[in-house]
């Protein structure tokens, strides 16, 4: 999310432009060589600064790393609204492109979902933003989106991980998933 909304009413951008310069050379870097090879220091040597510099605009390097989750949720979110106004509804189809979103950015969505998600520090709206659309697909069942939400995950974190054995039929795995929380 680029542009945050003031008590008045009026938008301004949430990050000044270094500080989205920083952000993409950090994501490029997460996405190159995953989220244990982010650091402040490997983050300022992509950007020919010394260290230092980045606090100016990140006060650590977890606000580089929520920031980053911010952009994962929004992306999601951006995913899954297009994938609903195309076929409303469709359980399938935003499974699809919740899997295919994570496989396409698996350090990203790694460091976005293997630990505490900051919500404080998120942009607000923001998580109930992606979760919206399956929460409609799901008829308004919060437990039924979470069930869900909690399966296309698990599928997805254990893909990523190389975890099914190479001849597995995940898309089976997928619809059989799915038909057995949505019958």
Known sequence: MAERTTAGGATVPRLTPRAREIAAAARELLEESGPDRLTMRTLADRLGIKAPSLYKHFPDKHA???????????????????V???????LDALADAYRDHALAHPHLYRLA????????????????????PLLRACGGDIDLA???WAFAHGMVILEIHGRFPDDADLGAAWERGLKALHP
């Open 64 to 82: 580089v790393e929520v920031e980053l989750t911010a952009q994962l949720l929004t992306e999601t979110a951006e995913a899954l609204e297009a």
């Open 84 to 90: 609903e106004a195309r076929a409303p509804g469709s």
């Open 146 to 148: 979470r069930a869900t």
């Open 113 to 132: 979902t293997e630990r505490p998600l900051p919500r404080a520090e998120l942009p607000a709206g923001l998580e109930d933003r992606a979760a919206l």
